[in-house]
T-cell receptor, first 116, second 113 residues
Framework: GAGVSQSPSNKVTEKGKDVELRCDPISGHTALYWYRQSLGQGLEFLIYFQGNSAPDKSGLPSDRFSAERTGGSVSTLTIQRTQQEDSAVYLC??????????????FGPGTRLTVL | AQSVTQLGSHVSVSEGALVLLRCNYSSSVPPYLFWYVQYPNQGLQLLLKYTSAATLVKGINGFEAEFKKSETSFHLTKPSAHMSDAAEYFCAVSDRAADKIIFGKGTRLHILP
């Protein structure tokens, strides 16, 4: 079946512009996660959705970052007034249930964001 | 709080040699542990996971990992490296209270011909 998809695969933007990154999770997966992957920094947790609710937004680095999920499916990560330090690969993952137990997370290929 | 430490951001081994990637964890409760692999320009995929059953866990592509509580370790091994094993490997621990997985910073594995 279809895996997690993300769009766009690459995004180049100018400093100060807003960007939207999209994630389509595996059908039926209730949990959805966003991560940021910067060179040498590993995976930085951003936000977690269970259904359309976000019980954990603790990883969002500033109020320029926001995310929503609609219909328990597609999620959008929005970065306003982008800065050069926002340049990274943004990864989305989904899971049939919350991963706090032993449930595997299934990852998309990521969106590479470059802020000039 | 749960955390993982991966020793060595880069590891190089010769083709056919033993692969050993080190991971130590910190957890206040019995942990669930994972190894994920990321091939170039792809997302992460699960190699194996430990969920308190057998301490020696076998995964895909000939990899295995051993949970050692006394050493708080979960090192990843493969007896004979292949060129196709070149990738970045992430160790992770579950944070059950927060319903999320905490990832290490990753180790990039290079295979020398």
């Amino acid at each position: 079946g279809a895996g997690v998809s993300q769009s766009p695969s690459n995004k180049v933007t100018e400093k100060g512009k807003d960007v939207e990154l999209r994630c389509d999770p595996i059908s039926g997966h209730t949990a959805l996660y966003w991560y940021r992957q910067s060179l040498g920094q590993g995976l930085e947790f951003l936000i977690y959705f269970q259904g359309n609710s976000a019980p954990d937004k603790s990883g969002l680095p500033s109020d320029r970052f926001s995310a929503e999920r609609t219909g328990g499916s597609v999620s959008t990560l929005t970065i306003q007034r982008t800065q050069q330090e926002d340049s990274a690969v943004y990864l989305c993952a989904s899971s049939p249930r919350p991963s706090g137990g032993y449930n595997e997370q299934f990852f998309g290929p990521g969106t590479r964001l470059t802020v000039l | 709080a749960q955390s993982v430490t991966q020793l060595g951001s880069h590891v190089s081994v010769s083709e056919g040699a033993l692969v050993l990637l080190r991971c130590n964890y910190s957890s206040s409760v019995p942990p669930y542990l994972f190894w994920y692999v990321q091939y170039p320009n792809q997302g992460l995929q699960l190699l194996l996971k430990y969920t308190s059953a057998a301490t020696l866990v076998k995964g895909i592509n000939g990899f295995e990992a051993e949970f050692k509580k006394s050493e708080t370790s979960f090192h990843l091994t493969k007896p004979s490296a292949h060129m196709s094993d070149a990738a970045e490997y992430f160790c992770a621990v579950s944070d059950r209270a927060a319903d999320k997985i905490i990832f290490g910073k990753g180790t990039r594995l290079h295979i020398l011909p």
